[in-house]
């Protein structure tokens, strides 16, 4: 047979191929977000957004950072533009090192891997922790992406009731005996969507269940540094019975710039190592030149939240004045100390999913309470972000949000 013979019939092959194997079920479970596609219009300009995370732009140090970065390059370009270890520039370990042991957690460079934001953190944990069908337990409402990463990993999330201050010490013993889960997820600090914090007593309880119970404590603190009255509280991992068992995730992401995906980790040392080989798999290191500069701007860090503090507590309390008079009578929310965030619950008939459509065409935003529920969700709730606009803007999209709710 020619060659010319044979073409049409490998064209035919080409033709219908047979199908590609079908996606991991993982990954399959992985649905599309309806809030997130309600979401998507509110990078229009014309949008007061409440809805995103998104630390205020206008409080980015441009000129500190572009001199931290201008001086690394200038200074040690060999090594700022080579590959790094996979545990982190030892400058940057030890300047956090040194931060964190200021803020009450004694801690040495070296019980520190450095992360690509603190989200990385979480999926490092869930490779080195979590079989698929293994048990994690959380708060509820909880950080949306860390559920994520749990769900990802194909672990059960079973949510702890508690109160305005956490999870319930006794709801949490019960829990452990009945689901004999791997780990705790909790962000104590100014909470992800809540605000709440968890007081010192709490914290010292939970310690003592986790001591009592053989668990692992996540305590997950981007927003710690962000206080803007009230007394700082223990880390959990510096209570007695949690420091053998407490991983501390901590960001530079809402200190210094999230665009930077700068994060790190603070675990004990086999936990440490499962980690620091599981983010080699995953990307080597996190950016030379970005922990290099970073490392450098932590001399003025600061100056800088301080002067994001006084900003954004301002914008907090802007929020808080506004609130009465944009919510229907009848409505709570939360009072935070600190943070980016604060909780709103509505009167019952509310259900915030279905009501963000109309709330969204008077160019406002908010994110509903639902998604954030691994347990029965609430869905009156919603959750606000007070940082990213000015107290004038806030005030303009309270009085949107008025409208949108039918006020
Ligand atoms: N944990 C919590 C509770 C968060 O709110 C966030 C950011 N929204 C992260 C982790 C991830 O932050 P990053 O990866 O930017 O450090």
């Not at 104590?188 to 001591?211: D, K």
């Not at 994110?367 to 709730?381: L, M, Q």
């Amino acid at each position: 047979m020619t060659v010319a013979e044979s073409a049409p019939r490998f064209l035919t092959t080409l033709a219908e191929p047979a199908p590609v194997p079908p996606l991991a079920a993982r990954a399959r479970r992985v649905g599309g977000s309806p809030v997130r596609d309600i979401l998507a219009v509110t990078a229009r300009p014309e949008m007061i957004n409440f809805a995103g995370g998104l630390p205020a732009p206008e409080l980015f140090d441009r000129e500190g950072m572009a001199a931290a970065f201008r001086e690394v390059l200038a200074d040690a370009p060999a090594q700022a533009l080579q590959y790094s270890t996979t545990e982190g520039e030892p400058v940057l370990r030890a300047a956090l090192a040194a931060r964190i042991t200021a803020r009450g957690l004694p801690t040495t460079p070296d019980d520190l891997l450095i992360t690509t934001g603190s989200q990385q953190a979480l999926s490092l944990l869930a490779t080195a922790l979590l079989e698929p069908g293994d048990t994690v337990l959380v708060e509820d409402p909880c950080y949306l992406a860390a559920l994520q990463v749990f769900g990802l990993a194909g672990a059960r999330v079973v949510a702890v009731p508690g109160d305005a201050d956490g999870v319930d010490p006794a709801a949490l013993e019960e829990a452990i005996r009945r689901e004999r889960p791997k780990l705790l997820y909790l962000v104590p600090t100014f909470q992800n969507p809540t605000g709440r914090t968890m007081p010192a007593p709490r914290r010292t309880a939970i310690a003592a269940v986790a001591a009592r119970q053989g668990l692992w404590i996540v305590e997950d603190d981007p927003y710690g540094e962000l206080r803007y009255d009230g007394e700082p509280v223990p880390w959990i991992a510096a209570l007695p019975g949690a420091e053998d068992r407490t991983v501390v995730l901590g960001s530079f992401s809402k200190v210094m710039a999230p665009g930077l995906r700068l994060g790190w980790l603070r675990a004990p040392a086999e936990l440490r190592w499962a980690c620091t080989v599981a983010k080699q798999a995953a990307d080597l290191h996190t950016p030379t030149l970005n922990q290099l500069a970073a490392a450098r701007y932590m001399d003025v860090l600061d100056a800088h939240v301080e002067r994001v503090r006084a900003v954004y507590g301002a914008r907090r309390d802007a929020m808080l004045a506004g609130l009465p008079a944009a919510l229907p009578p009848g409505s709570q929310w939360s009072r935070p100390e600190g943070g980016m965030f604060l909780w709103v619950r509505l009167p019952e008939s509310y259900d915030t999913l279905a009501l963000l459509p109309r709330v969204v065409e008077q160019n406002v935003a908010y994110v509903p309470g639902a998604p954030f529920y691994a347990g029965a969700p609430d869905p009156s709730t919603l959750r606000l972000c007070f940082v990213t606009q000015t107290p004038e803007e806030i005030a303009e999209g309270l009085r949107r949000l008025a409208r949108g709710l039918g006020g």
